[in-house]
């Protein structure tokens, strides 16, 4: 069983930056494949981006060039740096972990992940 606990949320102006942190639990952590996810009130679960050894680091086209997606192994923690926005990127964002045995599933889908924090509301206003 891995806990996982987003927090950094908040409301922000268009153009400012929020940095979200993930802090998950279990010993292994360096080997999870680790993900960002957020969602819409009305919309589906949307994958922003994801990183781990094994399969690297990916990012949805929509946030590519603005937000970051980086780790600490040491202290079982993924962040999500979020630059540069805009309205649209209003919702609720959820991280996920794929320990090990991976998946190796397509990780901008939901479905290759087997565990989900609770989300941390992100507002942005314009």
């Known amino acids: 069983q891995v806990r996982l606990v987003e927090s950094g949320g908040g409301l922000v102006q268009a153009g400012g930056s929020l940095r979200l942190s993930c802090a998950a639990s279990g010993s292994t952590f360096s080997t999870y494949v680790m993900g960002w996810f957020r969602q819409a009130p009305g919309k589906e679960r949307e994958f922003v981006a994801t990183t781990s050894s094994a399969i690297g680091t990916y990012y949805a086209d929509s946030v590519k060039g603005r937000f970051t997606i980086s780790r600490d192994n040491g202290k079982n923690t993924v962040y999500l740096q979020m630059n540069s926005l805009k309205p649209e990127d209003t919702a609720n964002y959820y991280c996920?972990?794929?320990?090990?045995?991976?998946?190796?599933?397509?990780?901008?889908?939901?479905?290759?992940?087997?565990?989900w924090g609770q989300g941390t509301q992100v507002t942005v206003s314009s």
């Open positions: 996920a972990a794929d320990p090990p045995p991976l998946s190796y599933g397509d990780y901008r889908r939901p479905s290759a992940y087997d565990y």
